[in-house]
């Protein structure tokens, strides 16, 4: 466990030899949904998965949910754990999240893997769109395959289910909906470019075939760091890593593999 400013930061650490990796998980989600690509990753790597503020384990209300707290909270991670120059893995909020943290620090990051995120913002509607995604779940759950099948079976339902916990006669979210909201308050108000183009590191960005990340976005990023890798994993949605564990660590490993 990680201690910042107050704010309690649960973390799996998987141990492992040899460079250090953070992965962070979305919106509304945990650090056990890198669970798969963490065990094999481990064989060869320092992985360590965290529940950022607000999710999973962590702390569930904190005051400050800005994405200066949560670039805050990486570096503390890497810096309690003693992890020297960790690679950053986000999907989806997570990976902006990496993004700014890569931005911000650029000594302290080794290099940058983007699954599933972009640039970022600014996007008006995305706190009320998730706010009635969220509403839509109807909690609590009667039990974990109801919650499985709800977010639509296979993987990637059983990754979702497996972030409820069981309170007061069902099965319920470890976060609060209007922690989830706030936490998209910057996002829905400016545009991140500026960090994007201060990232210095190798970069590789995966992206499904899920249409989550425009297509002009991507084209942006690629021209404004025409460097940066990207690829494409066909027949996969927005949580690639959990419909594909299996493909994204082979992914991660070449890529890590050339940092050497």
């Not at 650090?31 to 064989?43: F, I, N, T, V």
């Not at 949910?65 to 989806?92: E, F, K, M, T, W």
């Not at 600014?122 to 839509?136: A, E, F, K, Q, Y």
């Not at 996002?187 to 201060?198: D, M, P």
Request: proline share 7%.
């Amino acid at each position: 466990m990680v201690v910042r400013d107050g704010v309690r930061l649960v973390c799996r650490d998987w141990g492992g030899p040899g460079q250090p990796i953070v992965l962070l998980h979305g919106l509304a989600g945990h650090a056990g949904e890198w669970d798969a690509p963490a065990q094999k990753l481990s064989a060869g790597y320092r992985v360590v998965a965290v529940d950022q503020r607000g999710h999973g384990a962590s702390e569930r209300n904190p005051r400050d949910v800005s994405r200066a707290a949560y670039i805050a909270d990486v570096i503390a991670v890497a810096d309690q754990l003693a992890l020297q120059q960790p690679v950053l893995v986000g999907q989806s909020l997570g990976g902006h999240t990496a993004m700014l943290t890569a931005a911000a620090h650029p000594a302290l990051v080794r290099a940058l893997v983007l699954v599933e995120a972009g640039s970022g913002g600014p996007n008006p509607n995305g706190p009320v769109d998730i706010g009635g995604w969220l509403d839509s779940w109807p909690t609590p759950f009667p039990s974990r395959a109801a919650a499985a099948a709800f977010f639509g079976g296979g993987p990637v339902g059983a990754g979702w289910a497996a972030g409820l916990e069981e309170r007061d006669g069902g099965w319920r979210p470890r976060f609060d909906r209007d922690v989830m909201v706030r936490s998209l308050a910057e996002n829905a108000r400016r545009s991140f470019w500026h960090e994007w183009t201060q990232v210095a590191c190798p970069t590789l960005l995966v992206l499904a075939q899920s249409s989550f990340i425009p297509t002009a976005e991507v084209d942006e990023m690629l021209r404004q760091r025409p460097a940066t890798r990207s690829m494409s994993i066909p027949g996969t949605g927005h949580d690639l890593h959990l419909e594909q564990p299996g493909l994204l660590h082979t992914v991660l490993s070449g890529f890590l593999e050339g940092l050497a």
